[in-house]
Antibody, heavy 122, light 108 residues
Framework: VQLLESGGGLVQPGGSLRLSCVAS????????MSWVRQAPGKGLELVST?????????YYADSVTGRFTISRDSSKNTLYLQMSSLRVEDTAIYYC???????????????WGQGALVTVSS | EIVLTQSPGTLSLSPGERAALSCRAS???????LAWYQQKPGQAPRLLIY???NRATGIPDRFSGSASGTDFTLTISRLEPEDFAVYYC?????????FGQGTKLEIK
């Protein structure tokens, strides 16, 4: 089981960016998947989760609601995070993480991808 | 939201010693829905413990977790050089999932 993120980079405030997370070794659609971020030198924050097992329930942190959208492409076994109206405070490493079941809640994170750095700065 | 407070912020110990890391929840966590992660510099977090006391696959048995009410403890029985890292607890009982601020375990 592996997760590989891409799509990070430098973007100006107000800009947009799409992160991708390619999954291998398992069928992405069967499991809940999350994005967790870590600001430089800081702790961990759950950003968003999408349910699995064929469902499409989602969760967003209050700080990103209305600006970020989580989705997946089953044919590519890939998870996405579309980020818009980016703010300086969104600067962080963004990790995708698999959850052990399809349910949106009551799950831990395992494994994690290596992370994608998003820097929002003018 | 459940606040998790980890202590100490930094723990300085020597290889071979025993480490006890604390995670206190601001309210009760049902079914011990608490996990522990290890993060080394430049790496992603790695799951160590889930359900408060269940070791994840491939985790050495020197790592153990326990719970007492709203207090959770990660114990490393005998520190190896590769164990020096930052450790985070996470609760997944009440939405939103939240993490503690981390405990840095450093070599004395």
């Amino acid at each position: 089981v592996q997760l590989l993120e891409s799509g990070g980079g430098l973007v100006q405030p107000g800009g947009s960016l799409r992160l991708s997370c390619v999954a291998s070794g398992f069928t992405l659609n069967n499991y809940a998947m999350s994005w967790v971020r870590q600001a430089p030198g800081k702790g961990l924050e759950l950003v968003s989760t999408i349910s699995g097992s064929g469902g499409s329930s989602t969760y967003y942190a209050d700080s990103v609601t209305g600006r970020f959208t989580i989705s997946r492409d089953s044919s590519k076994n890939t998870l996405y995070l579309q980020m818009s109206s980016l703010r300086v405070e969104d600067t962080a490493i963004y990790y995708c993480a698999k959850r052990p079941r399809g349910a949106l809640r009551y799950n831990w994170f395992d494994p994690w991808g290596q992370g994608a750095l998003v820097t929002v700065s003018s | 939201e459940i606040v998790l407070t980890q202590s100490p912020g930094t723990l300085s110990l020597s290889p071979g010693e025993r480490a006890a890391l604390s995670c206190r929840a601001s309210q009760s966590i049902s079914s011990n829905y608490l996990a522990w992660y290890q993060q080394k510099p430049g790496q992603a977090p790695r799951l160590l413990i889930y359900g408060a006391s269940n070791r994840a696959t491939g985790i050495p048995d020197r790592f153990s977790g326990s719970a007492s009410g709203t207090d959770f403890t990660l114990t490393i029985s005998r520190l190896e050089p590769e164990d020096f890292a930052v450790y985070y607890c996470q609760q997944y009982d009440t939405s939103p999932d939240t993490f503690g601020q981390g405990t840095k375990l450093e070599i004395k």
